[in-house]
């Protein structure tokens, strides 16, 4: 993944927040044993992570990474946190420790706070805690004990600029409206920019290649939407997830049904979420019987805060979110919409259909394939390639 790839090395390389990252360097390098703690905040892909991974390297310090849930989770990581405050390095380098992701520790987690609130105290080295929200519930006491350093939204200009950083280093030919509008989509995500130059790039990227990302606008938000929903603890927050979707419930429904195994991995987070789903179903279903459309608050209730109240503590990292499979398979990219299209018009000219009325016969010839005779014979008539074959298999 190029996000991991083009990680900022040195200083140079990250971008936007100029203050603020010169505020972090001189907070380190002032630091003294007794000295607070660090809270820096920011949304999310907006370099949390990764400004304190280039200041370790350029101010050549020994850097000690752990993320709070895990540390909270898993002894040995824990034992060697308490370890790492403590210890001077081996090298003789100074050291750094980040606790990534403090805001992700649940809701009820006061042992885990304790734990981190004592690490405060005894460490002998510079220690910054990250969250994407200070305010959630839990934070204050950590808020109360740490100098807050907020990393903003990156500058459209400077998101732009480690694009165009990026297809000079892939060899990429790029047109600069192209990388501007991936720019300016991203809204101050530089991950998520990232991914969509990653996504569209070719060996060249053209302005039209970014129209591309038009036809995923909506899908944008619902990506905001399931971010929301699977990575807040607090029910106001998930309440709120879905605001601004245009997708309709059932789709929306879809989206998180899809997803809630990519992104909860402890098996009672997940049953639990399952159950949200299937009770926001049972309304779903009523609601359409009796045409009551004022349960439809108990279904966005449920597949929202749910499934958001379902697990114990916040999943760290990134989560590549996927179309539900039906919505994948009408095509995400250029490329397989394009294949769709061909078999459309192939098949449409046998049985007299507009190309997408004879689109929607794929999934039917899928199941007909799966009998060979009836596949040859298929393949034959409609004149069908092999690429067009496997497209229609892989259905
Ligand atoms: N300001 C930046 N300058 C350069 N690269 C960046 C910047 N912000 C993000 N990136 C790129 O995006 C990736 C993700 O950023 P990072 O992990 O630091 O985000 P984060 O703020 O920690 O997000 P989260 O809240 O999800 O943990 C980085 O590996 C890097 O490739
Ligand atoms: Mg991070």
């Known amino acids: 993944m190029w996000t991991e790839k083009y990680r900022p090395e040195t200083l140079s390389e990250f971008k936007g927040s100029r203050k603020e990252v010169e505020e972090v360097k001189q907070w380190i390098e002032g630091w003294e044993k007794g000295d607070q703690a660090l809270l820096l905040h920011g949304p999310p892909g907006c370099g949390k992570t990764a400004l304190v991974h280039s200041l370790a390297n350029e101010l ?4 000690f990474e752990t993320n709070a849930s895990e540390a909270r989770r898993k002894g040995d990581v824990k034992d060697k946190l308490e370890q790492a405050v403590k210890q001077r390095s ?8 980040l606790v990534d992701e403090v805001d992700g520790m649940g809701r009820s987690d006061r042992g885990g706070r304790k734990v981190i609130n004592r690490l405060l105290k005894e460490t002998k080295f510079p220690l910054i805690l990250t969250a994407n929200d200070p305010y959630a519930s839990g934070m204050k006491s950590l808020r109360n004990k740490a100098k807050e350093v907020e990393l903003g939204n990156v500058h459209t200009n400077s998101v732009a600029a480690r694009l165009r950083e990026i297809c000079e280093r892939e060899g990429i030919e790029y047109d600069d409206e192209a990388v501007k509008s991936i720019a300016q989509r991203a809204d101050g995500d530089l991950r998520s920019a990232i991914n969509d130059l990653e996504s569209l790039a070719t060996d060249s990227l053209k302005a039209e290649d970014v ?3 038009g036809y995923r606008e909506t899908e944008r938000d619902i990506f905001e939407a399931l971010k929301i929903v699977f990575k807040s603890t607090s029910a106001s927050t998930a309440s709120d997830a879905t605001e601004g979707v245009e997708e309709d419930y059932g789709k929306v429904f879809g989206w998180i049904r899809e997803n809630v195994p990519k992104e909860y991995k402890r098996e009672g987070d997940l049953s639990r979420a399952y159950d949200n789903l299937s009770e926001a179903d049972v ?13 439809l608050k108990y279904v966005y209730g449920l597949m ?3 499934v958001s109240l379902s697990k114990e503590e916040k999943y760290s990292g990134w989560t590549s979110y996927s179309y539900p499979s039906t919505i994948k398979k009408m095509g995400r990219s ?5 294949k769709r299209d061909a078999i459309g018009k192939k098949v449409g000219k046998k049985l007299h259909l507009s190309i997408s009325e004879a689109s ?3 999934p039917f010839l899928n199941l007909l394939f799966q009998k ?9 008539k409609l004149e069908l390639d092999e690429k067009e074959v496997d497209y229609i298999e892989d259905f």
Request: hydrophobic share 35%; net charge positive.
């Open 60 to 63: 050549d310090r020994e850097l």
């Open 90 to 97: 081996f090298t003789g380098k100074d050291k750094l420790i």
């Open 211 to 213: 129209k591309d990302l």
């Open 283 to 295: 309304f779903r279903g009523r609601m359409q019987k009796r045409q009551d459309w004022s349960l």
């Open 304 to 306: 929202t805060v749910g």
């Open 334 to 338: 250029k490329a397989a919409r394009n």
């Open 360 to 362: 929607d016969t794929i």
């Open 372 to 380: 060979e005779e009836w596949k040859e014979e298929l393949v034959r």
